[in-house]
């Protein structure tokens, strides 16, 4: 696309309201644009609509109309969780209608650069932890994107002096074209979404979009420990700052003396005290802080500090401008948040954790026995990949959902005891209350009751944070 300017007069769809759609209607609009906004639920369920109305913007809801997308339609802006399959895109497509999502157009808006952060778990604690430190840095950051504020909204807010951090998903990635983050950071990638995009090849194509872009003048942060990551940066164009846990770098940020792999945390922490360090291109070696200082426990969590590290010494902060922000940082809601003490038994919240992977690197993190509350939506896993973490570090497990049957299984193929299974009931709530209990049940003083559901929220809950609030309420009141 161009320019959001560029489309005066022309027509542009917007499919999907919510907050973004919202968002990036108002923009074109207010730029002379003819907007039409459509989403498929019932007016009804459509409080955004209204709003649009006031300002003279035509919404359809309730269905995808068939003259939706025309011969004169210039451009399609679709929410990101639209998958490419519904009518109006495949329309868009036949006729070529450029389709793309919300983060194009915001690139184009936006006088400041941006940090990009994607990966398949561990976003929203980078994005937010970065936020932290290049406040504290004094280099004004505006915190947007799949973490909740639209990133057109801050586009527009945004000045030259700014940076914008934005977490983005490899939905919103898929459709960009021209977007150009000025850092790029890639986490990880595990098997997730395949749902959507049909297989890993797609899923991991949308989130090497995030580079395709840049150039020498930009910097992409990768993280070197992961074998999928480490095959995409032979195709970076921009200045490579990796970082690791694992390996000593040349350049980089890793650790010293690195962890050792398949190790936990728990028990790698005694062997010595680790330091972050960043070594640049010439040689000069800088240390950060020790590994233990961080705010928020766990080796997920060390490897999320150190590409939060590196895309701010990207952005220009200082090493020493660092370490405050990375010792009282306590984390995010919903990621390993510790709720409460109850009768010698510790209870955290990790409704954040929908796939396998981060369960095991959330369950990996904490040394004392854990009693699991997992499960949720089924999307064709048969969690076997759990086998030896249900072996080797649970001590009972409470699974719900859909995929209760699948996750009980693999505890019975781990010799797993303790292991109920909460039967499906019309009330979601209660069934993750009688969950909570069961698992205070299971657990002796010393333990811990986690719920790390290993699956998305959909198939009982509107979102992982209405799951991760009843989760906290039930805990509040044993």
């Known amino acids: 696309m161009n320019h959001p300017a560029s489309y005066l007069n022309r027509r542009v769809v917007v499919l999907g309201l919510a907050r973004s759609g919202v968002s990036v209607a108002k923009v074109f609009h207010q730029l002379g644009a003819e907007v039409v906004v459509n989403d498929k639920k019932e007016r009804e369920l459509c409080p955004e609509a209204d709003e649009l109305t006031a300002l003279g913007i035509s919404v359809l809801c309730g269905y995808h109309p068939d003259d939706l997308i025309t011969a004169d339609t210039a451009l399609l802006i679709k929410n990101p969780g639209i998958p490419y399959s519904a009518p109006p895109v495949q329309q868009a497509e036949q006729l070529g209608v450029e389709v793309i999502t919300e983060v194009e157009a915001a690139y184009w808006l936006s006088p400041a650069p941006i940090i990009g952060i994607t990966g398949s778990n561990g976003k929203t604690t980078t994005t937010t932890w970065i936020g932290e430190l290049l406040s504290a840095a004094g280099l004004k950051p505006i915190v947007a994107g799949n973490i909740g504020r639209p990133l057109c909204e801050a586009a527009l807010e945004a000045t030259a002096d700014q940076w914008i951090v934005a977490e983005l998903s490899s939905f919103q990635l898929k459709g960009t074209k021209a977007f150009r983050p000025r850092v790029a950071l890639l986490l990880n990638i595990a098997e997730t979404h395949l749902d959507y995009h049909g297989g890993m090849e797609d899923y991991i194509g949308s989130k090497a979009k995030l580079f395709d872009n840049q150039t020498a003048e930009d910097i992409a942060v990768v993280n070197w420990d992961d074998p999928v990551c480490r095959s995409i940066s032979d195709r970076i164009h921009a200045r490579l700052l990796p970082f690791s846990l694992y390996e000593r770098l040349g350049t980089g940020v890793f650790v010293e003396p690195p962890f050792i792999a398949g190790l936990d945390q728990a028990d790698a922490a005694a062997e010595t005290r680790r330091q972050i360090i960043y070594r640049q291109a010439n040689g000069v070696q800088t240390t950060i802080l020790p590994v233990d200082e961080l705010g928020i426990p766990g080796r997920h969590n060390a490897a999320n500090a150190l590409a939060a590290i590196a895309a701010c010494l990207a952005a220009g902060a200082a090493p020493e401008q660092l370490i405050e922000p990375l010792q009282q940082f306590r984390g995010v809601e919903h990621r390993l948040e510790f709720v409460r003490e109850v009768n010698g038994v510790k209870y955290y919240n990790d409704s954040k954790a929908t796939n396998p992977v981060a369960t095991t690197m959330s369950v990996r993190s904490l040394a004392a026995p854990i009693v699991l ?106």
């Open 373 to 478: 509350i997992a499960g949720g939506l089924d999307r064709g896993s048969d969690y076997m990949e759990l086998l030896p973490l249900f072996r080797e570090r649970l001590k009972g497990l409470v699974a719900l959902g859909e995929t209760r049957e699948k996750l009980a299984h693999v505890a019975e193929l781990a010799g797993l005891a303790k292991a109920e299974i909460v039967e499906p009931d019309e009330d979601a709530e209660s069934v993750l209350q009688q969950a909570v209990r069961q698992a205070a049940a299971l657990a002796d003083p010393g333990d811990i009751v986690l719920l790390s559901p290993a699956c998305a929220s959909w198939d009982m809950f509107a979102s992982y944070e209405q799951r991760g609030r009843i989760f906290k309420d039930s805990a509040h009141t044993l």
